[in-house]
């Protein structure tokens, strides 16, 4: 099994960005997908969660810019990140989850509980104001 993130880099305030997570290794329409991230000297926040159904939610704080997308035929998961502020620098971290039965909030609140059994290595996003 594996989650490689990729699409991190250096933006100013208001620029979008496109992480990418690409899976392998299972079977990608059975698990439930969601974006964390982690800064430095703050506490871990989860993003954004999509269930199987492709049912999403997000933490408030990116609700309204970030969105959260996946393609069942290329085994990936999006987070499409637009109006990026300096507070949205951030590893950010993909993960997976082999379990549909849930609801979005339910799926991102696992994420914040960090209860997903597999884990990318992260990408970088950087937002200079």
């Known amino acids: 099994v594996q989650l490689v993130e990729s699409g991190g880099g250096f933006v100013h305030s208001g620029e979008s960005l496109r992480v990418s997570c690409a899976a392998s290794?299972?079977?990608?329409?059975?698990?439930?997908f969601g974006w964390l991230r982690q800064a430095p000297g703050k506490e871990r926040e989860a993003v954004s969660a999509i269930t199987t159904d492709g049912i999403t939610e997000y933490a408030d704080s990116v609700k309204g810019r970030f969105t959260i997308s996946k393609d069942n035929a290329k085994n990936t998961l999006y987070l499409q990140m637009d109006s990026l502020k300096p507070e949205d620098t951030a590893m950010y971290y993909c993960a997976a989850l082999p379990y549909s039965a849930m609801t979005a909030i339910q799926a991102l609140d696992l994420m914040t509980k960090r209860q997903y059994t597999f884990w990318g290595r992260g990408t970088q996003v950087t937002v200079s104001s």
């Open positions: 290794g299972f079977v990608f329409d059975d698990f439930t």
